[in-house]
């Protein structure tokens, strides 16, 4: 069974001060980890898809990586509009279906 | 873009009460999805769909039927709500590729009393 581990539940940051989003995950055959951001009262935003260990994808002031057992969204000088919940979710074997984690509340303060 | 819409936002039912939620996208997408998300547990899949009036159960289908009698449109079931019923449903949808991003509508809110 896929599983997804993400860590902190929560994380305040001020305006500016840099910082990382752990996604630690177990899949048997990875096809792709997944990163969204979901505002309150909204469906998940999709925002990377990495496949394979060492890639790498940027946008904005986000950048996501991937090893074999865990994925990282790094967010560099974040704004008060970065705040959000981050999820990652993972697609194994043959599966069509995300397995999803429970996301990391982000807070950025003015 | 890829619109996903879901025909609620807000629903409130009664214990015991037959519940049908909606979603159609536009984009000719093969693969639909019903979740559910709930505060410290995260997104749960119900059902999915990989093509029309095809259906498989995903992690917590108890309490859930479907229907695809379209390829546009995904309706989630519920034969008797239950007030472990009351949750934010998402629907979703994707091409038809496994490793295909999903597509999320804006969510129902249900809250069975």
């Known amino acids: 069974e896929d599983q997804v581990t993400q860590s902190p539940e929560a994380l305040r940051l001020q305006e500016g001060e840099s910082s990382s989003l752990n996604c630690s995950y177990t899949?048997?055959?990875?096809?792709?980890l997944f990163w969204y951001r979901q505002d309150p009262g909204k469906g998940p935003e999709f925002l990377f898809t990495l496949y394979s260990a060492g890639e790498e994808k940027e946008k904005e002031r986000l950048k996501a990586t991937l090893t074999k057992k865990e994925s990282f969204l790094h967010i560099t000088a974040p704004k008060p509009e970065d705040s959000a919940t981050y999820l990652c979710?993972?697609?194994?074997?043959?599966?069509?279906?995300?397995?999803f984690g429970k996301g990391t509340l982000l807070t950025v303060n003015p | 873009d890829v619109k996903v819409t879901q025909s609620s936002r807000y629903l409130v039912k009664r214990t015991g009460e037959k519940v049908f939620l909606e979603c159609v996208q536009d984009m000719d997408h093969e693969n639909m999805f019903w979740y559910r998300q709930d505060p410290g547990l995260g997104l749960r899949l119900i059902y999915f769909?990989?093509?029309?009036?095809?259906?498989e159960k995903g992690d917590i289908p108890e309490g859930y039927s479907v229907s695809r009698e379209k390829k546009e449109r995904f309706s989630l079931i519920l034969e008797s709500a239950s007030t472990n019923q009351t949750s934010m449903y998402l629907c979703a949808s994707s091409l038809g590729t496994p490793n295909e991003k999903l597509f999320f509508g804006s969510g129902t809110q249900l809250s069975v009393l």
């Open positions: 979710a993972v697609q194994g074997g043959s599966n069509y279906k995300l397995t």
């Open positions: 899949v048997s055959g990875l096809r792709g």
């Open positions: 769909s990989y093509d029309v009036k095809m259906k």
